[in-house]
């Protein structure tokens, strides 16, 4: 009950940015009524409570004014993808492609061309695909390139090119990663190509590189959803020594201290060795003495094909803070090598929407052990209201780092209070049996 009542006479004394261990000064302000500013990694690596509980925001007179805490879409698809018309292409002469031009335009679905030019030095490997886009007039975000189950192992890289003329061509992704790679456990596929929301007639994808030993059976287009997908941020993180001998990593795992509470939702290895594939199971916790839990198996890969190095991508996991990571590998089927990999991990940072009430400057307050939170909805606001973007100046302290420790317990007056009343207790029956036996013995 004292613990209690400490906790909730400090939580009602927050009422200044000196309550709150840093400040940050909200610049680019003019004269709106509402800002909303993106959260930096500085913010997740001192608040005490993942959730930012221990997040305010404060006016020129160190007033807190209301504020809502906010996690944008992380950007997912909405409709489904549609199944594209494509045409391989083993020769790269103008004759084939004038050729394609001629019968797409017609509006035909399939052509068969013949062609007279120079084949390529690796016959039988088909160097680019064009795609006819025109069943998909909507901003594409993706392309799924798909192939046979028993396709040959590969990794390379894929360009693709949109244009709406078949003869402007404007480059949509540079050299993304496409992988079908066969390991002792699992099958690592990379066949999504991402990019920036675009609306093109037709598309033109091409090997960067070595072209793949097999021939991609379809693609699909991914429609993009309305809303452009909210940006990430990230930060790479090096391998942690264990921290005593009865928790030694075991051959094989790495353990990864994030020294921040991000919403992890993408995570990635960086490799030290190349040419490596290798599956990994992911597993994170809050506290150190918590217990481990899976979050994902994946496989991830550093190769060099033809001077060329490639990697994966990042793989999705569902949304977590938890500071504390493990990477676990079998030994027995390769491992890494004889260095630690790195741990890049990513996350779409928060949101605070603020409406702007008293004088500025409005400062953004955080690190407390014993706040609670006090973001409020504001979705009464107006649907027409202007939220403006702000920015953050550099972290600064406020009332310091010693209120980021969580409060003292409050001694237990209880137990020695109860050995007192039982000692006390024992010694009135050892006085009262003394007198008993003196009054005994005079009769």
């Keep these: ?116 030019g120079a084949q390529s030095t690796q016959a039988g490997r088909i160097n680019r695909y064009l795609v006819d886009g025109r069943a998909l007039d909507v901003l594409v975000s993706a392309l799924r390139l798909e192939w046979p189950q028993d396709a040959a192992d590969f990794a390379g890289r894929i360009k693709v090119e949109a244009s709406d003329s078949l003869s402007d061509w404007r480059m949509v992704a540079g050299a993304a990663p496409i992988a079908n790679l066969h390991s002792t456990v699992d099958r690592l596929v990379e066949q999504r190509v991402e990019f920036a929301p675009t609306r093109a007639k037709f598309w033109r994808l091409s090997w960067a590189g ?38 030694k990593s075991a051959p094989g795992e790495f353990e990864f201290d994030l020294g921040a509470t991000p919403p992890v939702d993408r995570v990635n290895l960086e490799l030290p060795e190349i040419n490596t594939v290798v599956d990994v199971e992911l597993l994170s916790r809050e506290r150190p003495q918590d217990a481990w839990h899976a979050v994902r198996r994946s496989g991830f890969y550093r190769l060099k094909s033809h001077g060329e190095e490639l990697r994966n991508g990042p793989v999705a996991v569902t949304p977590t803070t938890d500071r504390y990571w493990l990477v676990r590998t079998d030994p027995r089927q390769g491992g890494l090598g004889a260095a630690a990999p790195h741990l890049a991990v990513e996350w779409t940072p928060h949101e605070v929407v603020f409406v702007a009430r008293g004088a500025g400057p409005f400062y953004l307050a955080y690190g407390s052990s014993v706040a609670q939170s006090a973001a409020a909805s504001l979705t009464m606001l107006p649907k027409n209201l202007a939220i403006v973007p702000a920015s953050l100046s550099s972290s600064e302290l406020s009332g310091g780092e010693s209120l980021l420790q969580p409060l003292a317990a409050p001694f237990p007056w209880k137990t020695p209070l109860l050995w007192a009343v039982l000692i006390a207790g024992a010694g009135l029956l050892a006085w009262m049996a003394y007198r008993l036996s003196k009054d005994v013995a005079r009769k």
């Design 1 to 116: 009950m004292n613990a209690f009542l400490a906790l909730v006479a400090a939580t009602a004394t927050l009422s200044a940015p000196k309550d709150f261990a840093y400040r940050m000064q909200v610049t680019g302000t003019a004269d709106a009524a509402a800002y909303r500013i993106t959260l930096p990694l500085a913010v997740y690596q001192k608040v005490v409570h993942p959730d930012l509980a221990d997040v305010r925001v404060f006016n020129g007179n160190a007033e807190q004014v209301p504020f809502a805490i906010e996690r944008p879409a992380a950007g997912t698809i909405a409709n489904a993808a549609v199944a594209l018309a494509i045409f391989p292409l083993k020769d790269d002469s103008d004759a084939t492609l004038d050729a394609l031009r001629v019968t797409i335009e017609s509006g035909k679905s399939a052509i068969n061309v013949q062609t007279s």
């Design 210 to 247: 070595q072209a793949a030993p097999f021939a991609l059976t379809s693609i699909l287009g991914e429609p993009a959803k309305r809303s452009v997908d909210a940006l990430h941020a990230s930060m790479i993180v090096t391998a942690t020594p264990a921290r005593n001998a009865s928790e």
